[in-house]
C-alpha cells in the first residue's frame, strides 16, 4: 500500500483534513507547522543505490512514518464511503491495509451480487489504490486470525499460521540471554489463549507449538515447566493495564552490551549496579547526587539493554555492493 500513495494527492488531502480538525477536538498542534513538516519529509525521501542518489517522488517511503500516514490517507476515503453502505456494513475494521469486515445480504441473490460489486468499486475509487478482495465466506484469514461465523449466529477464532511457516524458532545452542525460551513460550501460550476461542484449540496449539519446540532441539524437561507457569499465568492474564503511578518517577539508566554468554548474569550486574554506584555504603544514593547546577540526577533504576552481536548472516550475507565491481553511475545512459 506505502508505495502505491501517491504524494501529492496525500500531502493535499491530509493537510486539508488537519487544517479541518484543529481545535476540534484536537489543540496540541500548529497546522501549518505540521503540513511544512509533512511536505519536507515526504517530499525529500532520498534513496542510495551504490554510488548514486535518487530522490522519491511518488510513493510513500518505506524507511519513514508509513502507518498513520497510510492510515489516516485511506480514513479519509472511508468516512465518505462508509455511512452510505451502513444497511449492508455491520462491522468494519481496517488496520493500515489489511480490512475485516462483516456483510448482511440482500435478500434477493442476484441483488446482493450486484451491491457487492458495487461496494468493491467505491472502496477502489481513491487516487488509485486497488484492493484485493476475498468472495464472501463464513469463514475467513484476517492477520493471525482465523474467523469464523458458526451455524449458531457467534463468531469463533483461531490461530491463523500459513502454511509456508517453517517455525525456525531460536535452538538451544544459539547464544541468546537464558530469559530468551522463558519469553517465546509465555508470550506465545499467552497469544494463543488469547485467540482461540474454543478449548479445544487452545490445547491443540499449545501441542502442536510443544512439538515444534522439541524439533528444534528443547527437552521435554525444559519446556514442561515453562508451559505449565505459562497457561497458569494466561489464565490470570487481565488485558487492562494498571493505574500509572504518577507519584513515582522511573528515571531509567541504560546500560548497553553487546550480549556474550559468557558475559555476567545480569542479576550480578544489578547487585554491582546497587551496591557500588546507586546506594554504595557510607556514600550518598546516586539519586541525591546533584550536578553543578545543584539538580539531582533523580537515577532510581538500570536497565540492561543487550543487542546481538554479528552473526553469520552478517558475515556472509553481503548487502553492500559498493567496491564489488562497476559503479552503478556507469550504467546510467544521459
Not at 122 to 133: A, K
Not at 142 to 151: K, V
Not at 152 to 164: D, F, I, N, P, R
Not at 299 to 313: E, G, K, Q, V
Request: aromatic share 12%.
Amino acid at each position: 500500500m506505502y508505495t502505491n500513495i501517491p504524494t501529492e494527492p496525500a500531502i493535499a488531502c491530509i493537510s486539508a483534513y488537519l487544517r479541518s480538525i484543529h481545535g476540534k477536538p484536537f489543540q496540541h498542534y500548529h497546522p501549518q507547522t505540521l503540513i511544512d513538516a509533512i511536505e519536507i519529509v515526504f517530499r525529500n525521501n532520498v534513496i542510495q543505490f551504490g554510488d548514486t542518489y535518487w530522490r522519491q517522488i511518488s510513493g510513500t517511503g518505506m524507511g519513514i512514518s508509513r502507518p498513520p500516514w497510510a492510515t489516516i490517507f485511506y480514513a479519509l476515503h472511508e468516512n465518505n464511503f462508509l455511512p452510505p453502505w451502513s444497511h449492508h456494513i455491520l462491522f468494519y475494521k481496517r488496520f493500515i491495509d489489511d480490512v475485516f469486515g462483516i456483510w448482511i445480504p440482500h435478500p434477493s441473490p442476484a441483488q446482493d451480487t450486484i451491491n457487492w460489486c458495487s461496494f468493491k468499486q467505491t472502496m477502489q475509487q481513491w487516487h488509485g489504490l486497488q484492493w484485493d478482495f476475498t468472495p464472501l465466506s463464513t469463514s475467513c484469514n484476517f492477520m493471525d486470525l482465523t474467523i469464523t461465523i458458526t451455524p449458531s449466529g457467534h463468531l469463533s477464532t483461531t490461530l491463523y499460521e500459513k502454511a509456508q511457516n517453517l517455525y525456525l524458532y531460536i535452538p538451544p545452542h544459539s547464544a541468546h540471554p537464558s530469559g530468551m525460551l522463558s519469553g517465546l513460550v509465555h508470550g506465545n501460550i499467552l497469544r494463543i489463549h488469547r485467540l482461540c476461542s474454543s478449548p479445544e484449540d487452545i490445547k491443540r496449539k499449545s501441542s502442536e507449538f510443544f512439538t515444534r519446540l522439541t524439533h528444534r532441539g528443547y527437552t521435554t524437561k525444559q519446556l514442561t515447566p515453562l508451559f505449565t507457569s505459562a497457561h497458569q499465568r494466561a489464565l490470570l492474564y487481565n488485558p487492562t493495564p494498571p493505574p500509572k503511578n504518577t507519584l513515582h518517577k522511573d528515571n531509567k539508566l541504560f546500560f548497553h552490551l553487546s550480549f556474550h554468554p559468557e558475559d555476567p548474569k545480569p542479576s550480578t550486574i544489578h547487585k554491582l549496579w546497587d551496591s557500588v554506584v546507586a546506594n554504595p555504603p557510607a556514600h550518598q544514593p546516586l539519586h541525591h547526587v546533584t550536578n553543578l547546577h545543584g539538580v539531582p540526577t533523580s537515577i532510581n533504576n538500570l536497565t540492561i539493554a543487550y543487542s546481538r552481536p554479528p552473526n553469520l548472516r552478517n558475515k556472509f550475507s553481503i548487502r553492500n555492493i559498493v567496491g564489488r565491481g562497476r559503479d552503478v553511475s556507469s550504467y546510467l545512459v544521459d
